[in-house]
């Protein structure tokens, strides 16, 4: 199962409507999910077909740049424009570690988690939100 970018459209113009919408962003874990299972599984069955397997996983690594950014603008929200810019840094931060995981477990694809975290900014933006899961932060970042 392929999933459109259309539905990931709408999924991040939801998201982008509906600040702080955890059902949102579950919806786009399940979303990545099927997207990154059918390239990982094409490209494991492309494994004699190099320049299709090289196709496959460039085409993950754009989507995982497609998704950092997007992660990263929406913890840019000002916090003086929503009431909810809290709840979305949290869940894009969570979203963002949880892809971090579903990337390290698929095979042939290397990601390091430097790229995704820039430099500890996600570990502080946690921390200040979340105080009291600083414990947390630390054992996972």
């Known amino acids: 199962m392929c999933v ?15 600040i702080g919408r955890e059902g949102l962003w579950l919806h786009r874990r399940f979303l990545s999910l099927c997207w990154i299972k059918h390239f990982a599984t094409d490209g494991g069955d492309l494994s004699c ?3 299709l397997k090289t196709d496959a996983n460039h ?24 009431e909810d810019v809290e709840t979305q840094a949290v869940f894009s931060a969570t979203y963002i570690l ?9 095979e042939g694809i290397e990601l390091q988690q430097k790229q ?11 921390k200040k939100h ?12």
Not at 98 to 106: F, I, P, S, V
Not at 130 to 141: N, Y
């Open 4 to 18: 459109p970018q259309e539905e990931l459209d709408w999924n991040k113009m939801l998201i982008e409507r509906y």
């Open 49 to 51: 077909h190099s320049e």
């Open 59 to 82: 085409d993950i690594s754009n989507f995982l740049d497609n998704e950092i950014q997007y992660v990263h603008s929406c913890l840019a929200i000002p916090s003086d424009d929503f």
């Open 98 to 106: 949880w892809l971090t995981k579903q990337m390290y477990e698929c």
């Open 116 to 126: 995704l975290i820039r430099g500890g900014e996600l570990k502080i933006l946690l």
């Open 130 to 141: 979340r105080p009291e899961k600083s414990f947390l932060w630390d054992s996972i970042i």
